[in-house]
């Protein structure tokens, strides 16, 4: 008896097949860059409305959040320091039109202040620094206790500060919040290079050195009223004065956004 012969894929039916993989895996990457390009989107639309809460704030209680005098913040019934070694200290509500910290960025510090002035304000989504002690902090907390998630980034917040004594910043990265202090103990660089220069390009000249958006290493940089005007060359965020763009993983850099009022 002649051996039967053996079912096989024609040539059609592999090429079908083939056909189908190629489609699964071109949709698989296409959703992902759709999402990346929605994270993006999202990141920037979040400063737009931060700066746009910002000023509504000012134009409304006269002055910065955070930073409007403690007199006036209680007058409107806005969280203001009481504890008597600090009223009225600079980085303490003092209306000098800077969003300060004492260097080692205390919990009361106009810098989480000005989050809870926003959130007291109902200008942004969230609630924040509901934990304010009106002394030093002496617990250790949970930094989204004081601190708005970004929109992109390996667990990333919003911090506040000034580069040099003049300008206001955002500043996305990684943190943590430490007994006794806030939100540069430990701090961590948490956007991609590729990311950071997707985000730059949206928002301003697509360089880390330059303009409204500016590249920092939060690894070493992140002292939030000397330091940030340094550009990451660390870990592959910046080559030759340009974002290094090959677009893997890795979180490089933090970002720099100037207030926009």
Same mark, same amino acid.
């Given at each position: 008896?002649?051996?039967?012969?053996? +079912?096989?894929?024609?040539?059609?039916? !592999?090429?079908?097949? !083939?056909?189908?993989?190629?489609?699964?895996?071109? #949709?698989v990457m296409v959703g992902r860059d759709l999402i990346k390009a929605a994270e993006i989107r999202a990141q920037v639309s979040q400063f737009e409305k931060f700066n746009s809460a910002v000023n509504t704030f000012r134009n409304k209680y006269g002055g910065l959040p955070g930073d409007l005098k403690y007199t006036e913040a209680r007058a409107y019934g806005l969280y203001s320091i009481t504890y008597a070694p600090y009223v009225g200290l600079s980085t303490r509500g003092d209306g000098n039109g800077l969003i300060q910290s004492r260097g080692q960025n205390y919990f009361t510090d106009e810098l989480v202040i000005f989050w809870r002035h926003l959130s007291e304000a109902g200008l942004i989504d969230g609630i924040y620094g509901l934990k304010?002690?009106?002394a030093a902090e002496t617990t250790t907390n949970f930094v989204n206790d004081y601190l708005p998630t970004a929109k992109i980034g390996q667990n990333a917040v919003i911090?506040? #500060?000034?580069? #040099?004594?003049?300008?206001? @910043?955002? !500043?996305i990265l990684s943190t943590s919040v430490t007994a006794g202090g806030c939100c540069n103990a430990a701090s961590q660089n948490t956007v991609t /290079?590729?990311?950071? @220069?997707?985000?730059?390009?949206?928002?301003?000249? +697509?360089?880390?050195? %330059? #303009?409204?958006v500016f590249a920092v290493n939060a690894l070493s940089n992140v002292t939030l009223n000397t330091t940030w005007t340094t550009v990451? /060359? +660390?870990?592959?965020?910046?080559?030759?004065? +340009? @974002? %290094? !763009?090959?677009p893997g993983t890795t979180p490089d850099c933090s970002l720099r956004f100037r207030f926009q009022y």
């Open positions: 008896m002649p051996p039967r012969p053996r +079912a096989g894929f024609t040539l059609v039916e !592999l090429s079908i097949v !083939l056909v189908v993989i190629g489609l699964l895996v071109g #949709g304010l002690n009106t911090q506040i #500060g000034t580069a #040099g004594t003049s300008t206001n @910043y955002y !500043l /290079a590729y990311d950071s @220069y997707q985000i730059d390009s949206k928002i301003d000249d +697509a360089l880390p050195g %330059s #303009g409204s990451s /060359a +660390a870990s592959g965020c910046v080559s030759s004065g +340009a @974002y %290094s !763009l090959n």
